[in-house]
Nanobody
């Protein structure tokens, strides 16, 4: 079994900072893309940051405020969020493309989601 376990999140005031982390564990042969998505109430899930080994890309709405990093040794992705705005309020999900063994096709895995609320 493969699991993505997220931590972090919570309530923060506008302009504040928050960090999230997501670790993949279980039977893992290789990890491809690791990404952060978010879903606000009544809205579709959107891609926030995408990492592909050393390449990182961000949604325009978070560029300059969010920083994603990745530790390939630990199969972990982090998201440091600063300058948070009320519109950043959402459930944040991590996602990864993982090969369980060298013989398996790649599968998509999702974390359980963590709530980030930006409010005064």
């Amino acid at each position: 079994q493969v699991q993505l376990v997220e931590s972090g999140g919570g309530l923060v005031q506008p302009g504040g900072s928050l960090s999230l982390s997501c670790a993949a564990s279980g039977t893992i042969f290789s990890v491809g893309d690791m990404d952060w998505y978010r879903q606000a109430p009544g809205k579709e899930r959107e891609l926030v940051a995408s990492t592909r080994r050393q390449y990182i890309d961000y949604a325009d709405s978070v560029k300059g405020r969010f920083t994603a990093t990745r530790d390939n040794e630990k199969n972990t992705i982090y998201l440091y969020m600063s300058g948070l705005k009320p519109e950043d309020t959402a459930v944040y999900y991590c996602h990864a493309k993982i090969w369980r063994t060298e013989f398996d096709p790649v599968d998509d895995y999702w974390g359980q989601g963590t709530q980030v609320t930006v409010s005064s």
